[in-house]
């Protein structure tokens, strides 16, 4: 009996240690992660090449599966190594540093092992910056704003400007689009007028033109171009069986230049007041939806 027991628990002791050495026989291995670019686009794939080798020289080529965690999740599913190689391809809707860690499986001959790499999903879009205005009371200053493309941005952008300051408001300004068609910054300038006088007028219309209100200078219009003065033109309509045609849409044509030159006075009617405003400046592409704003310091002498 004592001998049965014996022989047993050396078979068990002998199991045992055959699982350590078959376990301390497994090679080492090491995985590594190549990614196509360190970069990439929002919503755009990366290709990630995943490889598995033995620590130290060996002819057999490791076999099993690798899973992907990104940013600490759950690993995917497996992925089947061919050739001790596999590819996964990365994609995120999230702006940021993103974290793959890969998981290989090991076989019967390799140890399990991990890698990791980090990836950075980048949006297109621009920054813009201004230059501060210095200028005389009552004449206008100038500032170069600079678009500067990023990640691959082209488009068109729209400015306006604003302030905080109650203390007065900007006659007019004009700013013209600036358009992105390659990686270099583009530059336009921003005129602002300090006194109304300084805003442009309203040129004559000739015959067969079409009126816009946005033809006013952003900022600049004033009461006289609201829907009210509209209707002094209708009130001239019941003029035109009385006087004619061609004499009506004269007086019609001098009422609608009166009411926008009206206008081109601006919002403000005295001139800024001598001091230091921050205004901001804000840049828009509404087709790719992406802004961006900068402030610029105006001080009046």
Known sequence: ??????????????????????????????????????????????????????????????????????????PGSPITLSNGSATYNFSSSIVGSHSLTVYYSGDSNYQASTGTATIEVVQKGFAISATGITVSAGQQGQSTITVTPENGYTGTIAFSISSNSTSFSIPCFSVPNATVTGTQPVNVTLTINTTPSGCPAARTPSRGDTLFASSIPRGSRGAGSGPGSWAGVAALLPLMALIGRRRFWGISLAAVLAMVCFGCAGSSSTTVPKGTYVITVSGADKAANIASTTVLSLTVD
């Open 1 to 74: 009996m004592k001998i049965r027991f014996v022989v047993l628990i050396a078979g068990l002791l002998g199991n045992g240690l055959a699982a350590m050495a078959m376990q301390n026989a497994l090679q080492p291995t090491t995985t590594s992660l190549s990614v196509a670019a360190t970069s990439v686009l929002l919503g755009a794939a990366d290709a990630v090449t995943i490889t598995v080798a033995p620590l130290s020289f060996s002819v057999t080529v490791p076999t099993g599966t690798v899973a992907v965690s990104i940013d600490g999740a759950s």
